[in-house]
C-alpha cells in the first residue's frame, strides 16, 4: 500500500510563505514524477505544479509561476512545494500526487496515488 504523507498546512498572512512536503513510500521514488494540486472551496481540484523524476523538469499553473518552487529529494523520498508571497486565492486543501510518468503532467488522471491533502489559509 502506498503512503503519503503530507506536511501540515497552516494560517498564513498574505504575501507570507509556507513550504508544504509530501513524504512518498513508492520505490524506487525516483521512478515517479510528483505533482502538486489544489482545491479551493466549491472549486474543482486543480493542478498547481509538477516535477520530473530527476527534478530537471518543472511545471507550473500560470498563477503560481514565480511564487512557488516545486523540488524533490530523492533521497529522502520527498517532494516540497514553496510557497511564496501567498495571496488569498492560494486558500485551498493541497494534495501531492505522484505517477510513473516520462515527464511532467498537468492531467489529474495521469498520476495513481494521492496524499490525503492539507489546507493552507491564507489571511487578508
Not at 27 to 41: E, L, V
Request: hydrophobic share 35%; proline share 2%; with cysteine.
Amino acid at each position: 500500500q502506498v503512503h503519503m504523507v503530507e506536511s501540515v498546512g497552516g494560517l498564513v498572512q498574505a504575501v507570507g510563505s509556507l513550504r508544504l512536503s509530501c513524504a512518498c513510500s513508492k520505490r524506487p521514488f525516483s521512478g515517479y514524477a510528483m505533482g502538486w494540486f489544489r482545491q479551493a472551496p466549491r472549486k474543482a481540484r486543480d493542478f498547481v505544479a509538477a516535477i520530473n523524476w530527476s527534478g530537471r523538469i518543472t511545471n507550473y499553473t500560470e498563477s503560481v509561476n514565480g511564487r512557488f518552487t516545486i523540488s524533490r529529494d530523492n533521497a529522502k523520498n520527498t517532494v516540497y512545494l514553496q510557497m511564496n508571497s501567498l495571496k488569498s486565492e492560494d486558500t485551498a486543501v493541497y494534495y501531492c500526487a505522484a505517477g510513473r510518468l516520462a515527464t511532467v503532467e498537468l492531467r489529474e488522471d495521469a498520476y495513481d496515488s494521492w496524499g490525503q491533502g492539507t489546507r493552507v489559509t491564507v489571511s487578508s
